[in-house]
């Protein structure tokens, strides 16, 4: 069926180092993926999203990476900061499926000052 | 830009009672969809609209939830009666024109069954 998976659900990185996310899927015919961060007590707040005729894209201080032979898409986070600390998903979907998201369980990022 | 705007942000109710949650979508955008989050689960969805037309709600359970969204615009979803797992935060997105767009997310409300 279809799942969208973490691979991690915890990462503790120190302060300024880069931090790297990982997110498998199991539905080859997904075309469209977003990475949100949720902290405490709020929705999730769109990252940056990838189509499947890509496998980078990146913004500011973040790179998502897709690589479709595995299934596998990954959040780089450069530079991590405290207030990257949160719980981060994954989520995937399909022009057909009309915007009807999977998210995965998520990965809690915790950031030492 | 205002986000998406969802009330109230706390509820309590006792099992069997009915509760309802208010959703205003960005302004312009003609999808929205209510999402069921469990703790420490991501998002599950519940029903999306196109306009105040139903897409999908495949995952809604239709002998105690209901959702409207009359004029297009903003929306309700209702729940009656409660079961203990229905404690969850219902969140609400609205995207620009649904398909392979990002979806904006409300803070949700958060609801607790005793």
């Known amino acids: 069926g279809e799942s969208v998976g973490l691979h991690l659900p915890t990462l503790s990185v120190q302060e300024g180092d880069n931090s790297i996310i990982n997110c498998a899927y199991s539905n080859s015919a997904s075309d469209y993926f977003i990475w949100y961060k949720q902290e405490s007590g709020k929705g999730p707040q769109f990252i940056i999203d990838i189509r499947s005729n890509m496998d980078k894209r990146q913004g500011q201080r973040v790179t998502v990476l897709l690589n479709k032979t595995v299934k596998h898409l990954s959040l780089q986070i450069a530079a991590t900061q405290p207030g990257d600390s949160a719980v981060y998903f994954c989520a995937e979907t399909n022009y057909n499926q009309g915007g009807k998201l999977i998210f995965g369980q998520g990965t809690e990022l915790s950031v030492k000052p | 830009e205002a986000g998406v705007a969802q009330s109230p942000r706390y509820k309590i109710i006792e099992k069997r009672q009915s509760v309802a949650f208010w959703c205003n979508p960005i302004?312009?955008?003609?999808?929205l969809y209510w999402y069921q989050q469990i703790l420490g689960q991501g998002p599950k969805l519940l029903i999306q609209?196109?306009?105040?037309?139903?897409?999908?709600d495949s995952q809604l359970p239709k002998d105690r939830f209901s959702a409207e969204r009359l004029k297009g615009v903003d929306s309700t979803l209702k729940i009656q009666p409660a079961k203990l797992e229905d404690s969850a935060v219902y969140l609400c997105a609205s995207s620009f024109q649904g398909g392979n767009q990002p979806q904006h997310f409300g803070d949700g409300t958060r609801l607790s069954i005793l």
């Open positions: 302004s312009g955008h003609a999808t």
């Open positions: 609209f196109q306009n105040n037309g139903v897409v999908d």
